[in-house]
């Protein structure tokens, strides 16, 4: 099944609505307005394919634990994308690549009240990406 024809959870606003006052963009979790709204304006996908990649993330967090507090001891937001990634691509017979946007990640986990924080300035890492309260993940 290909991540078209799976079902997409609605919103009754745009993705743009429900997720720019909160800091997020399908690019990630950002320092502020100005980032965020630059994030919304680079992205030329549709809500409908943004909601599909929802969708795919949605269903990998369905399988993870949830913790109480912020984990800073597990990958960020970023790697996590890309366990869920492989998982979807495990599952669909490998030959079907379950790509998401980072921050389609970080949506679903906003959906889902999962805490997150952005990772500190860190040349290291990429901007963007956010520490979430997860205990344990499926890989």
């Not at 959870?9 to 709204?37: D, M, Q, W």
């Not at 949605?58 to 998982?87: G, M, Q, V």
């Not at 998401?100 to 889902?112: D, N």
């Amino acid at each position: 099944m290909s991540p078209r024809s799976l079902p997409i959870k609605s919103s009754p606003a745009t993705l743009r609505a429900e997720f720019e006052p909160v800091l997020i963009s399908p690019y990630g979790l950002h320092r502020n307005a100005i980032e965020c709204r630059q994030g919304w304006d680079r992205e030329k996908g549709s809500d409908e394919k943004l909601a599909g990649m929802i969708y795919l993330a949605d269903r990998w967090l369905r399988h993870c634990e949830p913790s109480r507090r912020i984990n800073y001891t597990i990958p960020n937001s970023f790697s996590l994308k890309r366990f869920a990634e492989r998982w979807h691509a495990a599952r669909m017979g490998g030959n079907v690549y379950g790509h998401m946007l980072h921050g389609c990640l970080l949506m679903a986990c906003h959906r889902r009240g999962i805490l997150m924080e952005r990772c500190k300035d860190d040349p290291r890492t990429a901007p963007d990406r956010a520490h979430l309260g997860i205990c344990s993940w499926p890989s």
